[in-house]
Nanobody, 125 residues
Framework: QVQLVESGGGLVQAGGSLRLSCAAS????????MGWFRQAPGKEREFVAA????????YYANSVKGRFTISRDNAKNTVYLQMNSLKPEDTAVYYC??????????????????WGQGTQVTVSS
């Protein structure tokens, strides 16, 4: 069982930056793949970024590539999402997710077993 708690959301002007954190409980964090998803009002949950358990490989949605960075600190059981050059269309509730480790990236939310409660990110124009 893995429990996830996100933090770091808030209100920021377009062009600004935020760093989201996702703290995981349990001693198996380092063996789990992690992902970030987001959901805007009236829209489906969409993939943002993911890595594999080793942190070596990462993958991003085209809409955030070059602006967002996923990283992890296994010693702190924490995964991060650094978001730069934010745009109003990035406004959403952001969720982190975890699944048992595998040697591939998963971009479909149904592939993840554990979810955080979400953190709101609002980007004003």
């Amino acid at each position: 069982q893995v429990q996830l708690v996100e933090s770091g959301g808030g209100l920021v002007q377009a062009g600004g930056s935020l760093r989201l954190s996702c703290a995981a409980s349990g001693r198996t964090f380092s063996t789990h793949n992690m992902g970030w998803f987001r959901q805007a009002p009236g829209k489906e949950r969409e993939f943002v970024a993911a890595d594999i358990w080793s942190g070596v490989n990462t993958y991003y949605a085209n809409s955030v590539k070059g602006r967002f960075t996923i990283s992890r600190d296994n010693a702190k059981n924490t995964v991060y999402l650094q978001m730069n050059s934010l745009k109003p269309e990035d406004t959403a509730v952001y969720y982190c997710a975890a699944r048992a480790g595998a040697a591939r990236i998963y971009t479909n939310y149904v592939s993840y077993d554990y979810w955080g409660q979400g953190t709101q990110v609002t980007v004003s124009s």
